[in-house]
């Protein structure tokens, strides 16, 4: 009977809007996922800070517990258990330690809150939702036939976007997102960002392993730190 529901769900009509509307619940519903994703950013301004590049993040979490981590330019990794927080700088081999709350926090919980919140806000979005085609992903090691779903901003936007979803309409999960936009530059000028999400096999429990630190072998404790004046951005911790 199950075999009969699902085929018949495919078989009918897609309808974009409501997918769009089953994604945005089923995230909201999540307590938990993995998501890996690259960012490229072009400015009309040569600042190292908005250099083009690709950036690769993984983001984890699970109640005060997450893990996080940036690669490419700023290779770190930032670890919290809900009281302490690990900032490893990778390159360096050197880590801080801080209590739950300074810096190093904070930089990973809006990372974190900004990648988890993307698709449970996709219902507003889903007016301009339309259906191109159907897609051939992989999820555990199995074919799964996704809707590749359309939404973008209206044409009169001074900023427009435009973003593709792989989405499996069964289970209205994620497995790839392609984002393009323009925006204003703070410094003058308008930036464009590409970015590309990928949800692996779906959605995936974070291991229990990810969310502890464990200084790599000749890892060296830089210090531990209870003040906030500490600069812990990327290659903020020695120079």
């Known amino acids: 009977m199950l075999a009969i529901a699902v085929l ?9 809007k409501d997918l769009i509307d ?15 994703y690259r960012q490229n950013r072009q400015t009309p301004h040569p600042l190292a800070i908005n250099a083009a590049g690709a950036l690769t993040i993984k983001a984890a979490k699970s109640g005060d517990r997450y893990f996080y981590s940036e690669s490419g330019g700023r290779a ?7 009281e302490n927080v690990w900032h490893y700088d990778i390159s360096r081999r050197q880590y801080i330690v801080e ?20 698709f449970r806000m ?26 590749v779903i359309e939404i973008s901003t209206a044409r009169t936007d ?23 936009g323009t925006g204003a530059c703070a410094t003058g000028g308008r930036v464009k960002t590409v970015f ?25 404790q830089v210090d531990q730190f209870t003040g906030t004046s500490l600069d812990t951005s990327p290659g903020g911790l020695i120079r």
């Open 196 to 220: 590309e999400f990928t949800l692996p096999a779906g959605i995936k429990t974070p291991d229990a392993a990810l969310l502890e630190f464990h200084p790599p072998k000749g890892a060296k």
């Open 122 to 147: 996709l219902d507003g979005q889903a007016m301009n939702a339309r259906l191109l085609r159907m897609d051939e992903r992989k999820g555990n090691g199995k074919p799964v036939q996704c809707a």
């Open 76 to 82: 770190f990794q930032i670890v919290g258990d809900g």
């Open 158 to 180: 001074p900023f427009p976007w435009v973003e593709k979803l792989w989405i499996d309409p069964e289970t209205a999960t994620i497995y790839r997102s392609e984002f393009e």
């Open 8 to 16: 018949a769900l495919l078989q009918a009509p897609l309808d974009a």
């Open 99 to 118: 209590p739950a709350g300074l810096r190093a926090d904070q930089i990973a919980r809006e990372r974190l809150k900004s990648s988890f919140l993307r």
């Open 22 to 36: 089953r994604v945005s619940k089923h995230y909201t519903e999540m307590k938990e996922f993995l998501v890996e």
